[in-house]
């Protein structure tokens, strides 16, 4: 896992059991390297005085999507550039899993999509008027988005 300290300097970082994990600091990005499974604690401690625990879970077997969730299943969009954004949720997080968000359209010439990973968000903008489905993918889960655009 690699995280970016954006406003503070750090003063140190260290685990509480590094049998299960290990943390340096490479800059201003954090390096946690999972060594056995288990549970340990990150402690990031800044020059201001501020500390942050990171509580992180080391296990065996690669860490995969178990449910996918969507803000929106249906959209209605009233015309050629009118966008929308939909929220994608997965358990466990993305950071976690590594998975990216995919998408596919089954007709390209009626929206077009954008997505966001940092925000885990999909923009779709209106191309012309019509009904099409966005299939949406998180490792081996997948939901789909059913897009009409009136005019």
């Known amino acids: 896992i ?3 300290v954006v406003s503070d300097k750090i003063k140190s970082v260290t685990s ?3 049998k299960v994990a290990t943390v340096k600091l490479k800059g201003k990005t954090l390096q946690i390297t999972g060594k056995s499974t288990g549970k340990a604690n990150i402690t990031v401690k800044a020059k201001s005085g501020m500390k942050v ?3 992180v879970t080391v296990q065996k077997n690669k860490v995969t999507t178990k449910t996918l969730k969507l803000s929106k299943s249906t959209v209605n969009l009233d015309g050629k ?3 929308i954004t939909v929220k994608v949720t997965a358990t ?3 950071l976690s899993t590594s998975e990216n968000i995919k998408v596919t359209v089954n007709k390209k010439n009626i929206v077009s999509y954008k997505i966001n990973q940092n925000t885990s968000e999909i923009t779709i903008t209106a191309k012309k008027k019509g009904t099409c489905k966005l299939t949406v993918k998180v490792g081996k889960k997948t939901k ?3 897009v009409n655009v009136t005019k």
């Open 2 to 4: 690699k995280a970016t």
């Open 16 to 18: 509480s059991n590094k």
């Open 53 to 55: 625990t990171l509580k």
């Open 81 to 83: 550039g009118q966008k």
């Open 92 to 94: 466990p997080d993305r």
């Open 144 to 146: 789909k988005i059913t």
